[in-house]
């Protein structure tokens, strides 16, 4: 069973670092094929990709975050973390991860985790 | 650079309509195309891939097609619980690239 699950701080203050960890289950985020990519949902935007890692590790970003976004993984603990750094209160929202199963749509969702920034 | 263009922006249908929302991709993508829909406050979900199939239990109200450039989501006979942001999405192998659209409100 494949499940995503999203942890990290609820609030935040302007400047500072946000780390956010995806926790999977039910599959490998180094089987060929395999990658997980964040979202956030804010206010003005119902839906807005971040980025991804493939299972290479290999990255691509949004290019409206590329220069402040860093998606990394730990293959021992089954963890994808986001960080986006100098973060502002346009930063809040929920941010969530989701799969791409090896045919290049995202397949499974985690519920997300809110983040408030002021 | 593949750029997904969605239209139109919002879609307003009363109930038993058709919806009819648009995906247009700035080169050809053959049949590599995801819909998702996503309501507020849930995880988004996926609805169709590869342009015209449909995920594990999705509605046959949901239709998917499309080749190339232009890509349609129909849905037949809109419910209620329909309302909810639509999103298009591709993904490239080489050079590895993901484009999202912009998304239709349908209400």
């Known amino acids: 069973q494949v499940t995503l699950r999203e942890s990290g701080p609820a609030l935040l203050r302007p400047t500072q670092t946000l780390t956010l960890t995806c926790t999977v289950s039910?599959?490998?985020?180094?089987?060929?094929?395999?990658?997980v990519g964040w979202f956030r949902r804010s206010p003005g935007k119902a839906l807005e990709w971040l980025g991804l890692?493939?299972?290479?590790?290999?990255?691509i970003y949004n290019a409206d975050v590329r220069a402040r976004a860093s998606i990394s993984r730990d293959l021992s603990k089954s963890q994808v973390v986001l960080t986006l750094t100098n973060i502002d209160p346009l930063d809040t929202g929920t941010y969530l991860c989701?799969?791409?199963?090896?045919?290049?749509?995202?397949?499974?969702w985690g519920q997300g985790t809110p983040v408030a920034v002021s | 650079e593949i750029v997904l263009t969605q239209t139109p922006d919002t879609l307003s249908l009363s109930p038993g309509e058709r919806a009819t929302l648009s995906c247009r991709a700035s080169q050809r993508i053959d049949t590599y195309l995801a819909w998702y829909q996503v309501r507020p406050g849930q995880a988004p979900r996926i609805l169709i891939h590869d342009s015209s199939r449909r995920a594990p239990g999705i509605s046959d109200r949901f239709t998917g097609s499309g080749y190339g450039t232009d890509f349609t989501l129909t849905i037949a006979s809109v419910e209620s619980a329909d309302s909810a942001y639509y999103f298009c999405q591709h993904r490239g192998n080489w050079p590895p690239s993901l484009a999202f659209g912009g998304g239709t409100k349908v209400e």
């Open positions: 989701a799969r791409i199963g090896g045919f290049g749509h995202f397949d499974f």
């Open positions: 039910g599959f490998s985020l180094s089987a060929s094929g395999m990658c």
């Open positions: 890692i493939d299972w290479d590790g290999e990255n």
